[in-house]
């Protein structure tokens, strides 16, 4: 069961709906057309809507969707701390992946 939507968790899906967008937004141009980053922005994207659209099939599994997108932003910070490159936007995405992930957590135990 999900929580009912109400005035304190919009502004957290609100943080969880931006942050998602904007490291979506990082991956989509970084070393474009990089198959990779591509496809890194576009699994954000696909895991956003699949967490918040209107979708009846997936609104039983929205705690699940919730965990995979806390796993997926977890793996990518741990695959550019081993290979990825120090740049002031790799540093900067890596702050909105850790925030991103605390308001997943949060949300998901309110949800409970």
Not at 14 to 23: D, R
Not at 27 to 43: K, R, S, W
Not at 68 to 77: A, D, E, F, N, P
Not at 88 to 103: F, H, M, N, Q, T
Request: aromatic share 8%; hydrophobic share 55%.
């Amino acid at each position: 069961m999900t929580a009912p939507r109400t005035a304190s968790n919009i502004p957290l899906a609100a943080g969880i709906v931006l942050l998602t967008l904007a490291t979506a937004v990082v991956h989509l141009q970084l070393n474009f057309p990089d198959p990779m980053f591509i496809l890194n922005g576009l699994g954000y994207l696909g895991l956003l809507g699949a967490l918040y659209l209107p979708v009846p099939r997936l609104a039983e599994h929205k705690d699940i969707v919730r965990l995979v997108l806390i796993g997926y932003t977890s793996l990518t910070l741990f695959l550019w701390v081993a290979i990825g490159e120090r740049t002031p936007i790799g540093y900067l995405d890596k702050a909105i992946e850790v925030s991103l992930i605390v308001l997943l957590l949060i949300e998901a135990r309110r949800s409970r």
